[in-house]
């Protein structure tokens, strides 16, 4: 392999001739060999939208020549369009804070511009990674502000994705509203509920988790670009700070403003891991979702198979005819995952030591890969599997109609101990409620017509808001 030399504050060093980063980003390259993970796009894109916002914002105050200016934002729209991901290299496990990942965007806009105007990579005469792309600003700035900026438009995906969940779970809410079948607590028979009113519910609970999501991802509008190396702002122009909130609320077309307190910006994690922990509450609730959706298509000729969940694919290697609910299988391993993420980001934001915490880069990758997925996970677990559910409403029916605890409505009419005593002589001869009160005498044919109407059992979950 072709190598140039370049120079930093350790010495000389070989880079690969043909590469946009520069030294700094090599020494990362071969101290870190770890996972092979590298950044995410939208980390990138959002640390490219930092240094090009600082060039124009610099430029803006008289801090940075115009043509330098000028040159790096062509660099950075050009990164920004998709071109040069393959020069982003630094593993996820790398040096604390993320001045590798900050350095490895430095060298990549500044040989970009460097080379799109005529000159060589590697000679940082016209443009330099550090007194240039790097003005007014450190790493430990640059990270906290680029994580707040990536989540922040990752997450327009997930509350869309989660509406469209929530929008085809309540279809199904309106759809399956007339189908009765038997409620279930600690896994034995309930009173009577309607399939619609399950998937109402479902569709309220994720509608809960896309508000407090969103007021978690409220907070990380404030930033804390500007604060420098240890949030006093040094070498950084007094305009600067709210400049920078101006120019990347512009190009992101995000409600971004200037930390009240830049050093408290720089230091906390905790919107990271508030914001984290919103993600895992919804895994929780999803991964109950997709078990009850698992429970409920049981079978087909052995569990419950109270609905058909869509078939997607073939379900065994060996078993001919076999359907497996893929999709809610999915969706599980993918909260799953998200929350050992959340695990990783708390442990993370903990670490931190007086002006900095060091553990960025980690929390960076678990945080924004955890909206990642679970946007697309639940986008397509709404499109793939919800919308396509049916019901079995015979055997949901027949189980409703089956349940011991339909006794449970004789309580206000015989009372609880009468009502007991017909559910325990039901399931030792085999009779049904009806047949026992009947033959007990405790109630008429009229009377039991009237209280063991399933449809009325079932009521309402709707409440007023007053």
């Known amino acids: 392999m072709e190598t140039r030399i370049e120079h930093d504050s350790l010495g000389d060093l070989e880079v690969p001739v043909n590469s946009y980063y520069g030294v700094q980003t090599q020494r990362a390259v071969v101290n870190f060999p770890i996972s092979g993970l590298r950044p995410l796009p939208a980390f990138i894109d959002a640390t490219v939208h930092v240094k090009r916002a600082a060039a124009i914002v610099n430029a803006r105050l008289g801090q940075l020549k115009q043509e330098v200016a000028d040159m790096i934002v062509t660099a950075a729209d050009e990164v920004l369009g998709g071109n040069l991901r393959d020069q982003f290299v630094v593993d996820v496990f790398q040096a604390g804070a993320g001045t590798s990942h900050n350095m490895n965007t430095n060298e990549v806009l500044a040989n970009r511009a460097i080379e799109m105007h005529g000159g060589k990579r590697g000679d940082y005469k016209m443009v330099h990674p550090n007194d240039d792309?790097?003005?007014?600003?450190?790493?430990?700035?640059?990270?906290?502000?680029?994580?707040?900026?990536?989540?922040?438009?990752?997450?327009?995906?997930?509350?869309?994705?989660?509406?469209?969940?929530?929008?085809?779970?309540?279809?199904?809410?309106?759809?399956?509203?007339?189908?009765?079948?038997?409620?279930?607590?600690?896994?034995?028979?309930?009173?009577?509920?309607?399939?619609?009113?399950?998937?109402?519910?479902?569709?309220?609970?994720?509608?809960?988790?896309?508000?407090?999501?969103?007021?978690?991802?409220?907070?990380?509008?404030?930033?804390?670009?500007?604060?420098?190396?240890?949030?006093?702002?040094?070498?950084?122009?007094?305009?600067?700070?709210?400049?920078?909130?101006?120019?990347?609320?512009?190009?992101?077309?995000?409600?971004?403003?200037?930390?009240?307190?830049?050093?408290?910006?720089?230091?906390?994690?905790?919107?990271?891991?508030?914001?984290?922990?919103?993600?895992?509450?919804?895994?929780?609730?999803?991964?109950?979702?997709?078990?009850?959706?698992?429970?409920?298509?049981?079978?087909?000729?052995?569990?419950?198979?109270?609905?058909?969940?869509?078939?997607?694919?073939?379900?065994?290697?060996?078993?001919?005819?076999?359907?497996?609910?893929?999709?809610?299988?999915?969706?599980?391993?993918?909260?799953?995952?998200?929350?050992?993420?959340?695990?990783?980001?708390?442990?993370?934001?903990?670490?931190?030591q007086l002006e900095l915490n060091v553990m960025m880069p980690v929390i960076a990758y678990n945080l924004l890969q955890a909206i990642e997925v679970m946007s697309n996970a639940t986008r397509v677990f709404a499109t793939k599997c919800v919308a396509g559910i049916t019901a079995n409403v015979d055997r949901c029916r027949f189980y409703a109609e089956n349940s011991i605890t339909n006794v449970t409505v004789l309580n206000p009419l015989i009372g609880y101990e009468k009502a007991a005593a017909v559910a325990k002589e039901s399931l030792k001869t085999g009779k049904s409620i009806r047949e026992v009160v009947l033959e007990q005498n405790l109630l008429t044919s009229e009377q039991l017509d009237k209280a063991l109407n399933l449809e009325a059992m079932t009521g309402s979950t709707e409440r007023s808001a007053d």
């Open 133 to 352: 792309v790097n003005k007014a600003q450190s790493t430990n700035d640059v990270i906290p502000t680029a994580i707040r900026l990536a989540a922040l438009m990752l997450c327009q995906d997930l509350f869309k994705s989660l509406a469209i969940l929530q929008e085809e779970l309540a279809k199904k809410g309106k759809e399956f509203e007339p189908v009765i079948k038997s409620g279930r607590t600690h896994l034995q028979d309930a009173v009577p509920v309607r399939l619609g009113q399950e998937f109402g519910a479902y569709a309220e609970i994720v509608r809960q988790h896309r508000d407090r999501i969103k007021f978690a991802a409220d907070d990380l509008g404030h930033l804390g670009i500007g604060g420098s190396a240890a949030g006093t702002g040094l070498n950084t122009h007094p305009k600067y700070s709210a400049e920078m909130a101006k120019e990347l609320s512009k190009a992101l077309g995000l409600d971004l403003k200037p930390a009240r307190n830049l050093m408290a910006a720089m230091q906390s994690m905790a919107p990271f891991a508030n914001l984290s922990g919103a993600l895992r509450n919804l895994a929780l609730d999803l991964i109950k979702l997709a078990n009850d959706f698992r429970l409920m298509e049981s079978g087909p000729k052995t569990g419950l198979g109270e609905i058909h969940l869509p078939a997607m694919q073939p379900g065994s290697s060996i078993m001919p005819g076999k359907v497996n609910p893929v999709m809610a299988e999915m969706l599980n391993m993918v909260c799953f995952h998200v929350c050992g993420n959340d695990a990783t980001v708390a442990m993370a934001a903990q670490a931190g």
